[in-house]
T-cell receptor
């Protein structure tokens, strides 16, 4: 298994540009989520999905869109990039969102800089 | 006030020291408690998972949960330079609409020097 994969690893955008961060998992996990990690702020949840076709907002959803058309993929779209979106983005997945012992596996991250 | 509080450090100890990392939380709905380890420029990886109160040991690592005090700890015995990383506590609720969501502390940066 490749686990959770993310592309690209690095990205530089100009203010106002749009882009999609890709996330895929090959573990047949129901639950997928996107976090951003900023210095001193820890991991903050952006959006999550409990299954194909079902998404919901997390703690910091503004400026981001998601969709979940398949179990494997959960792309994160930046609609109009702003410098405040400069961060490291992590995708995570877990087998279930209801299980008492399920936990989340993280991808390697995408480092995004918005100029 | 964040629901999960964690002192970001940094914490610097000599090799062989016992390390104590802590988090406090405010919501009694948290029942599942985790510690993640994150090496520089990598994604977090699960280190320890505990349910409710009590201790759990895995090699040099011990996780403790005190629900009455809303306080969790991670102890690292005989610390090694390879333990140098950021340690994040995380927790999940046992009921409610945000059942699957993890709530993270800010992370504590640990350096173990030879």
């Amino acid at each position: 298994n490749a686990g959770v994969t993310q592309t690209p690893k690095f990205q530089v955008l100009k203010t106002g540009q749009s882009m999609t961060l890709q996330c895929a998992q090959d573990m047949n996990h129901e639950y997928m989520s996107w976090y951003r990690q900023d210095p001193g702020m820890g991991l903050r949840l952006i959006h999550y999905s409990v299954g194909a076709g079902i998404t919901d907002q997390g703690e910091v959803p503004n400026g981001y869109n998601v969709s979940r058309s398949t179990t494997e993929d959960f792309p994160l779209r930046l609609l109009s990039a702003a410098p405040s979106q400069t961060s490291v983005y992590f995708c995570a997945s877990s087998y279930s969102w209801q299980g008492s012992t399920d936990t989340q596996y993280f991808g390697p991250g995408t480092r995004l800089t918005v100029l | 006030q964040k629901e999960v509080e964690q002192d970001p450090g940094p914490l610097s100890v000599p090799e062989g020291a016992i390390v104590s990392l802590n988090c406090t939380y405010s919501n009694s709905a948290f029942q599942y408690f985790m510690w993640y380890r994150q090496y520089s420029r990598k994604g977090p990886e699960l280190l320890m998972y505990t349910y409710s109160s009590g201790n759990k040991e895995d090699g040099r690592f011990t996780a403790q949960v005190d629900k009455s005090s809303k306080y969790i700890s991670l102890f690292i015995r005989d610390s090694q330079p390879s333990d140098s990383a950021t340690y994040l506590c995380a927790m999940r609720k046992h009921r409610g609409s945000t059942l699957g969501r993890l709530y993270f502390g800010r992370g504590t940066q640990l350096t173990v020097w030879p």
